[in-house]
């Protein structure tokens, strides 16, 4: 499991391929998932408390760890719906969801957990903030290389589906931190 979880973070495409027929790792990308999402809000709670964030009660540090949660994972159901309909529907792909599901499972766990594990670390350390822009990066070539290789598509295609994909875990994201702002504020 953990072999494959960095050979998708080194953007080893060969790994799609050996993957895309084996249903019994949809279960294993899967666990990937949420304990990505458990640590990251493990994380987040565990800095927000260190650091005393604008003296927030401890419900509000919960339930902003809670939000986190369910923005990580609709960050990577979204992704993950987008590529399969578009890769499918548009750009003549060839995966099933759960074969799309399974790749990004691998892809989406180290970036995203570095994410909020830096963006925690810059209100200590301002100058960690510096590294999200390459790790953002590196998380869109490799969920690129991932979605191309498991649909087999075009890298134009794949580049339109990643943008749009991103564009929408933007919007939610923003939404997600607005209501995490009024949640502290409050």
Same mark, same amino acid.
């Given at each position: 499991?953990?072999?494959?979880?960095?050979?998708?973070? *080194?953007?080893?495409?060969? !790994?799609?391929?050996?993957?895309?027929?084996?249903?019994? +790792?949809?279960?294993?990308?899967?666990?990937?998932?949420?304990?990505?999402?458990?640590?990251?809000?493990?994380?987040?709670?565990?800095?927000?408390?260190?650091?005393?964030?604008?003296?927030?009660?401890?419900?509000?540090? /919960?339930?902003? =760890?809670?939000?986190?949660?369910?923005?990580?994972?609709?960050?990577? !159901?979204?992704?993950?719906?987008?590529?399969? *309909?578009? =890769?499918?529907?548009? =750009?003549?792909?060839?995966?099933?969801?759960?074969?799309?599901?399974?790749? /990004?499972?691998?892809?989406?766990?180290?970036?995203?957990? /570095?994410?909020? !594990? *830096?963006?925690?670390?810059?209100?200590?350390?301002?100058?960690?903030?510096? *590294? /999200?822009?390459?790790?953002?990066?590196?998380? +869109?070539?490799?969920?690129?290389?991932?979605?191309?290789?498991? +649909? =087999?598509?075009?890298?134009?295609?794949?580049?339109?589906?990643?943008?749009?994909?991103?564009?929408?875990?933007?919007?939610?994201?923003?939404?997600?931190?607005?209501?995490?702002?009024?949640?502290? +504020?409050?």
């Amino acid at each position: 499991m953990l072999a494959r979880l960095f050979r998708s973070f *080194l953007n080893d495409t060969k !790994l799609y391929g050996e993957i895309k027929d084996k249903p019994e +790792l949809t279960l294993e990308s899967t666990i990937l998932i949420f304990a990505t999402a458990s640590l990251s809000v493990i994380f987040s709670i565990s800095i927000s408390l260190a650091i005393g964030i604008m003296e927030a009660t401890i419900l509000q540090v /919960l339930v902003n =760890g809670v939000l986190g949660f369910i923005s990580f994972l609709l960050g990577y !159901l979204i992704l993950t719906v987008i590529a399969w *309909l578009l =890769g499918v529907k548009i =750009g003549g792909g060839t995966a099933s969801f759960n074969q799309i599901r399974t790749a /990004l499972g691998y892809v989406y766990p180290i970036p995203n957990l /570095l994410s909020g !594990l *830096l963006t925690g670390l810059s209100a200590i350390f301002p100058f960690a903030s510096c *590294l /999200l822009f390459p790790i953002s990066l590196w998380f +869109l070539v490799i969920a690129s290389s991932a979605i191309r290789e498991t +649909l =087999g598509i075009s890298k134009g295609v794949t580049f339109a589906i990643v943008l749009i994909a991103i564009v929408a875990i933007f919007i939610i994201n923003g939404i997600m931190g607005a209501v995490i702002a009024i949640v502290t +504020l409050a």
